[in-house]
């Protein structure tokens, strides 16, 4: 079995191929990201409809991720893809330095989707938004702080252990280790 995980994002594949056993093979697909506060939703749809699309039997993985700046109620959380095009992550920065709470949460939904039923895994970081820092990891991490080090400060290895993904990966991972054989299919 090999997970073929939809997205166009580099930096998921390799944290992922990081965390799990199974082989994970990446597929550009461009799935519907509907209208929704909710991740869960997000992801969960676009599992299912990845799975139609693409047809055949191996699973498919959909990861929709989202920073939350507090101050800001939430923003851009689902939108944090269409932020990061158009204010950019520097933007995003300056924006939250024009107030007096830096802080913000990382949030990431994994959904798992075999042509039985979706399931869903969450994970969320704390931190900070501060000037850019580091060069390794992608999107936003460069300006979000967590335990004193920006996470593009961090090793794959290193963000994987306190990160939203890493998290809501580790749940994955537990899950998959105890589904019944006949539902992975051939190894
Ligand atoms: P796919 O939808 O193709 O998977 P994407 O990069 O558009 O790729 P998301 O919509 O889930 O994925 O991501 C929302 C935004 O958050 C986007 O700007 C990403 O670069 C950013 N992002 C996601 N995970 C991140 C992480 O671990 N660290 C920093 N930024 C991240």
Redesign the pocket.
């Known amino acids: 079995m090999a997970i073929r995980f939809?997205?166009?994002?580099e930096?998921?594949v390799r944290?992922a191929r990081e965390y799990l056993s199974e082989p994970v093979e990446q597929v550009?697909y461009?799935?519907t990201?509907i209208q929704h506060d909710e991740?869960e939703a997000i992801a969960a749809f676009?599992a299912r409809e990845a799975f139609e699309h693409l047809g055949g039997t191996d699973p498919v993985l959909?990861?929709?991720?989202?920073?939350f700046v507090d101050v800001f109620d939430g923003f851009?959380g689902?939108y944090?893809?269409?932020?990061?095009?158009t204010v950019g992550v520097e933007g995003v920065r300056a924006l939250v330095a024009t107030r007096d709470d830096d802080r913000a949460r990382?949030r990431?939904v994994l959904a798992y989707y075999d042509g039985d039923e979706v399931a869903t895994f969450d994970g969320a970081v704390q931190g900070r938004i501060v000037d850019p820092r580091g060069d390794g990891?992608?999107?936003?991490?460069p300006i979000?702080e967590h335990d004193g080090r920006t996470?593009a400060e961090m090793s794959t290895a290193e963000?994987n252990a306190i990160?939203?993904?890493g998290r809501a990966l580790a749940k994955f991972a537990d899950w998959l280790a105890d589904e019944p054989a006949e539902r992975k299919g051939p190894r």
């Open positions: 939809v997205t166009s994002n930096g998921k944290e550009d461009d799935y990201e991740l676009g959909v990861d929709d991720a989202g920073l851009p689902p944090s893809a269409y932020v990061e095009d990382f990431t990891g992608f999107g936003y991490d979000f996470l963000k990160s939203h993904r």
